[in-house]
């Protein structure tokens, strides 16, 4: 079945940083890959995403490209803020064609805590 | 954002009784979907639903039951509450064509059973 496998936490960064978290995911087919957030206390955002290998999601100055090759898609940020604590989960989506329905696989999260 | 609303927002409730979390939406969406969230384990898919009436399991169903009457209600019904079942429980939304497969989640139903 599919999986999606995320690089431990809790990471923590000073204020302008460098952030890359790692995700890499197993699939039948060509899934779509997404990056969800969540700020505390909230339900979750969705961040970026992309649909087809090579691709790259941005947002917000957040990037990750779908790397078929080795069935990744690390989320990057160049300089952190204190905004961006929050809890970040990888997820992939089966491929649209079939009976897939969308469902959601996620990764187990990675807390992220920025400090000024 | 998108509009999903579940209710109630927190629920202490004791083992063995009955649970119903509503999920509600107001984008006319075509899919919806529960999950929970616990420490460790992401979010985990319980059931989801591709239509009024249209429903099927997901990764962690058992002990749950779902209803879709209406296109804008998607209840989770919990038919006797476990410790176990104590969790963070989200709904989820998403359109029915390529572009729309995002899903857009609710603020989220907390429960505690003791």
């Known amino acids: 079945g599919n999986s999606v496998t995320q690089m431990e936490g809790p990471v923590t960064l000073s204020e302008e940083a460098f952030l890359t978290i790692n995700c890499t995911y197993t699939a039948t087919g060509y899934p779509s890959l997404f990056w969800y957030v969540q700020y505390p206390g909230e339900g979750l955002q969705l961040l970026l995403k992309a649909t087809k290998a090579d691709d790259k999601g941005s947002n917000k100055g957040f990037e990750a490209t779908y790397r078929k090759e080795t069935t990744s898609f690390h989320l990057e940020k160049g300089s952190v803020q204190v905004s961006d604590s929050a809890v970040y989960f990888c997820?992939?989506?089966?491929?649209?064609?079939?009976?897939?329905?969308?469902?959601?696989?996620f990764g187990q999260g990675t807390i992220l805590t920025v400090h000024p | 954002d998108a509009g999903i609303t579940q209710s109630p927002r927190h629920k202490v409730t004791e083992t063995g009784t009955p649970v119903t979390l509503r999920c509600h939406q107001t984008e006319n969406h075509r899919y919806m979907y529960w999950y929970r969230q616990d420490p460790g384990h992401g979010l985990r898919l319980i059931h989801y639903s591709y239509g009024v009436k249209d429903t099927d399991k997901g990764e962690v169903s058992d002990g749950y039951s779902v209803s879709r009457s209406k296109t804008e209600d998607f209840l989770l019904t919990l038919e006797s509450a476990t410790s176990s079942q104590t969790s963070v429980y989200f709904c989820?939304?998403?359109?029915?064509?390529?572009?729309?497969?995002?899903?857009?989640f609710g603020p989220g139903t907390r429960l505690l059973v003791l």
């Open positions: 989820a939304i998403s359109g029915s064509s390529g572009e729309a497969k995002t899903q857009y």
């Open positions: 997820a992939l989506s089966e491929s649209a064609g079939g009976t897939s329905y969308g469902k959601l696989t």
